[in-house]
């Protein structure tokens, strides 16, 4: 192992900055964070998954095979939204080949969370949410809107309410 130095975030920078990457799902505009390096070399990889795990992040781990070059590899991954954000977050100081891609990927979580508190506060059709107004399944804990349910039970289909 390389534990010559503790693991810090301006080493995790440099690390990233070179052999990381910020990889974007479109449909879903999920962001991940991911480092791989070859599998003999993967050893700074451990100390990086367990600086991340001390913290109370979910890092996944995995290996896979390069069939033109026949070289192992290990990746180490990060996907759960508010960890993505922190690690962004403590490493966007230190980024220089990366920092305007961590930047996007930050503006892209901050507008994920603003539709996320959205969703809690109107239903589809924007009907407000309250206690009052919202019924929740006591099987499956699903929300839904005391309004749609009420418009569809007399054979109606539900439409978002006019702009005042």
Known sequence: MY???PMSWEYIAGFFDADGS???HSKSSHVYI???QKESEAAVLDEIKEFWQAQGMYVMESNS???ETNCYW???SVGERKHVRKILNKLQPYLRNKACTAKKALKILDEKDIKQ???EMFCKYGHKRTPETTYINK???KKSCLTCRQIRGRGLQPVAPPIQ
Request: proline content about 0%; overall charge positive.
């Open 65 to 67: 095979i390069n069939k």
């Open 74 to 76: 290990t990746r180490i």
């Open 34 to 36: 991911v480092i791989s």
């Open 139 to 141: 099987k499956t804990g």
């Open 117 to 119: 508190k959205q969703r």
């Open 22 to 24: 910020i990889q974007f």
């Open 3 to 5: 534990q010559e130095k």
